[in-house]
């Protein structure tokens, strides 16, 4: 299986300023069509996870511009550009490359 | 905009079977694979499996023996069926929708929308 692991485990953060998040996989992502299978997902308090960006770097439908997703191979980042109040939650990254599916563990982004 | 609902037993005890089922509202069926995703204290987020309308799955290893995933093509709904529970199976359990980038792809390459989950506890 591939092993996704990130850090920081917990971030805290001013609202309106920068924050980011990585995330490193155990192979790599990159598939031979040239797209990294690697997601990000914020999960806010009591609720599901949301979608935010997947294939490495296209933001999901809805999601703000603030957010951003870089990296390729093993090695990837979730960028917020600046931080707001209702960012705040879990976030997990996950690949997709191959099956079983996996998550990372989480980092948890709260207000300073 | 597609919603998913799922409903099912939220107690059950252990060695019994859990049984949960996802009804998909405002969207094609076809073309996607549906899956379900698990999430404990002790494991974090684990891709259970995932079905596509045609019936095919794919399974995690892990859970491989004790886990069936169906559909009802009719009603827009697949379930989950989860055998001989143990308490390492109480976790909050979520319906997803799981998306292709395009062309064939073998599984899921993201997921979205997802369910509103059910917490599941095995408890004597």
């Known amino acids: 299986d591939i092993v996704m692991t990130q850090s920081p485990l917990s971030l805290p953060v001013t609202p309106g300023e920068p924050a980011s998040i990585s995330c490193r996989s155990s192979?790599?992502?990159?598939?031979?069509?040239?797209?990294?299978?690697l997601n990000w997902y914020l999960q806010k308090s009591g609720q599901s996870p949301q979608l935010l960006i997947n294939l490495g770097s296209n933001r999901a439908s809805g999601v703000p511009d603030r957010f951003s997703g870089s990296g390729s191979g093993t090695d990837f980042t979730l960028k917020i550009s600046r931080v707001e109040a209702e960012d705040i939650g879990v976030y997990y990254c996950m690949q997709a490359l191959q099956t079983p599916l996996t998550f990372g563990g989480g980092t948890k982004v709260e207000i300073k | 905009q597609v919603q998913l609902q799922q409903w099912g037993a939220g107690l059950l005890k252990p060695s019994e079977t859990l049984s949960l089922t996802c009804a998909v509202y405002?969207?094609?069926?076809?073309?996607?694979?549906w899956s379900w995703i698990r999430q404990s204290p002790g494991k974090g987020l684990e891709w259970i499996g995932e079905i596509d309308y045609t019936g095919s799955t794919n399974y995690n290893p892990s859970l491989k023996s004790r886990v069936t995933i169906s559909v009802d093509t009719s009603n827009n709904q697949f379930s989950l069926k989860v055998t001989s529970l143990t308490a390492a199976d109480t976790a909050v359990y979520y319906c997803?929708?799981?998306?292709?980038?395009?062309?064939?792809?073998?599984?899921?390459?993201?997921?979205?929308?997802w369910g509103q989950g059910t917490l599941v506890t095995v408890s004597s």
């Open positions: 405002g969207g094609s069926f076809s073309g996607y694979y």
């Open positions: 192979q790599s992502l990159l598939h031979k069509n040239g797209h990294n299978y």
């Open positions: 997803a929708r799981g998306a292709c980038s395009g062309g064939s792809c073998s599984s899921a390459d993201w997921f979205a929308p």
